[in-house]
C-alpha cells in the first residue's frame, strides 16, 4: 500500500496565488522529499526534509513536517502557469543491502491558469 | 550533460512478447531503481540494484527480469507473464545511502496491443 497520500488530489488556483499541497504518511521516517512531475514525464527532485527539521525553504518552495502527527506539506508562493505539474511527497526506508527506497504517494495535480 | 536516459519514449508491443527497456546513466550511481506508473497513481518499485551483478526484487516485481552487467546500465525486461504491462516505467538512480536523492530518466511509456 501507498505510504504517502496527498491532499487534495486536484487543485486549481490562478496565476500568482499560493498553492498547499498536504501529504500524510503511516510509519517512522529517517526524511520525506517532494517530486514533481510534467505530464508523461519523469520525476525531478524538489526538496528534502529530515526527520529532525520542521520546516526548510527553497526559492519559492516552503516545506513543513509534522512528525508527530506524520505529515508535510509543500508550498508554492507567487505560482506560475509553468508551476502546473503533479507534486508528490515520498517517504524514506532503507533497502537490504544498504540505499534508499522511496515509497510514492498519489500525487497532487496542481493546475496554474493565467 | 550528466543525467539518465531511458529508451525507446514510446512501445507498442503484442501479447505474449517479451521486450525490454532501456536504461542508462552517467552520474556514477551505484543504485539505480525502476518504478512502474499507472494512471492518477503514485510509483511502484519493481527491481532495483546497489551494485553491479546484483539487484533486488521490489514490491512488484512478478513478470519482469533486470540484469546489471555495467554500472551504467539496468535495463528492465517485461515478459509475457506480466499479465497488466500497460503503464509508464521510469528508472532512475542514486547514490548508496538512506536519504539520497534520485534522479529519474524521462520514462517510457509501454501499451500492450
Known amino acids: 500500500s501507498q505510504q504517502g497520500e496527498e491532499d487534495p488530489q486536484a487543485l486549481s488556483i490562478q496565476e500568482g496565488e499560493n498553492a498547499t499541497m498536504n501529504c500524510s504518511y503511516k510509519?517512522?521516517?529517517?526524511?520525506l522529499q517532494w517530486y514533481r512531475q510534467n505530464s508523461g514525464r519523469g520525476l525531478v527532485h524538489l526538496i528534502l526534509?529530515?526527520?529532525?527539521?520542521r520546516e526548510k525553504h527553497s526559492g519559492r518552495l516552503r516545506v513543513t513536517l509534522d512528525t508527530s502527527k506524520k505529515s508535510s506539506s509543500l508550498l508554492i508562493t507567487a505560482s506560475r502557469a509553468a508551476d502546473t505539474a503533479s507534486y508528490f511527497c515520498?517517504?524514506?526506508?532503507?533497502?537490504?543491502?544498504?540505499?534508499?527506497?522511496?515509497?510514492f504517494g498519489t500525487g497532487t495535480q496542481l493546475k496554474v491558469e493565467l | 550533460d550528466g543525467g539518465i536516459t531511458q529508451s525507446p519514449k514510446y512501445l507498442f508491443r503484442k501479447e505474449g512478447q517479451n521486450v525490454t527497456l532501456s536504461c542508462e546513466q552517467n552520474?556514477?550511481?551505484?543504485?539505480m531503481y525502476w518504478y512502474r506508473q499507472d494512471p492518477g497513481q503514485g510509483l511502484r518499485l519493481i527491481y532495483y540494484?546497489?551494485?553491479?551483478?546484483?539487484?533486488q526484487k521490489g514490491d512488484i516485481a512478478e513478470g519482469y527480469s533486470v540484469s546489471r552487467e555495467k554500472k551504467e546500465s539496468f535495463p528492465l525486461t517485461v515478459t509475457s507473464a506480466q499479465k497488466n504491462p500497460t503503464a509508464f516505467y521510469l528508472c532512475?538512480?542514486?547514490?548508496?545511502?538512506?536519504?539520497?536523492?534520485?534522479?529519474f530518466g524521462p520514462g517510457t511509456r509501454l501499451t500492450v496491443l
Open positions: 532512475a538512480s542514486s547514490r548508496v545511502g538512506v536519504g539520497d536523492t534520485q534522479y
Open positions: 510509519t517512522s521516517i529517517n526524511n
Open positions: 526534509i529530515r526527520s529532525n527539521e
Open positions: 515520498a517517504t524514506d526506508g532503507s533497502l537490504t543491502g544498504g540505499g534508499n527506497k522511496l515509497t
Open positions: 552520474l556514477n550511481h551505484d543504485a
Open positions: 540494484s546497489q551494485i553491479v551483478n546484483d539487484f
